[in-house]
């Protein structure tokens, strides 16, 4: 009976992981063979294009951190949400609204008093790495942080799924030996280019 509510759970299990493992698979697909899609663009594969420019002949108190700045330029603009900053106050400030699909580079010259708002070209292989590199509870929002809690589910499936093949592959008389085989020949080829690479 538990052999089999463990086989069970490892079958739906994989299924329900089928959306994470092909990202994760599909996205180091893309990292890895990275040149062969800036040929296939024709050019860096990160691209933007102009959504828009305005006026933005906002003020702000002197000392204001670019951080701060920010999450004002986003609330104005209705762009709330993850994203990251640089440049200081005195000078251009980047900032970087994340998305899944249309990220924004929102460029802010307080000199000119003027907003340069970016949307970021849709590639699959970028799209791909950006869904790899999500992590971390670091945003302020809490969509973010669901997703950060689902990649850790995922990760616990993953070694739950590891664990059930295991015992599911022990259980097995019949494949003992030729199991055993290739989880030696995983394990030396891990163990290799952990070593030598």
């Known amino acids: 009976m538990f052999s089999k509510v463990i086989r069970r759970i490892h079958m739906y299990l994989a299924l329900?992981?089928?959306p994470w493992v092909l990202v994760y698979a599909l996205s180091t697909m893309a990292m890895n063979h990275r040149d062969f899609f800036k040929k296939r663009y024709g050019g860096p594969i990160l691209l933007y294009e102009k959504e828009r420019e305005q006026a933005y002949p906002a003020t702000?108190?002197?000392g204001t951190a670019p951080k701060a700045m920010a999450l004002r330029i986003l609330g104005d603009l209705h762009l709330e949400g993850a994203h990251n900053v640089r440049g200081s106050a005195a000078g251009t400030i980047t900032i970087q609204r994340q998305d899944p699909l249309t990220p924004r580079r929102i460029t802010y010259t307080p000199a000119a008093g003027k907003l340069l708002i970016e949307r970021e070209v849709f590639r699959t292989p970028v799209f791909l790495e950006r869904m790899h590199r999500r992590r971390g509870y670091q945003h302020?929002?809490?969509?973010e942080d669901t997703w950060a809690?689902?990649?850790d589910l995922f990760i616990a499936g993953m070694i739950f799924w590891v664990l059930s093949g295991?015992?599911?592959?022990?259980?097995?008389?019949?494949?003992?030996?030729?199991?055993?085989?290739?989880?030696?020949?995983?394990l030396a080829l891990f163990g290799f280019y952990v070593t030598t690479i």
Do not use: K, N, Q
């Open 140 to 143: 302020d929002y809490a969509l």
């Open 166 to 186: 295991l015992w599911m592959w022990w259980e097995l008389r019949v494949t003992r030996g030729l199991g055993a085989l290739f989880l030696a020949v995983g």
């Open 16 to 18: 329900f992981l089928t």
């Open 149 to 151: 809690f689902s990649v």
């Open 60 to 62: 702000f108190p002197a």
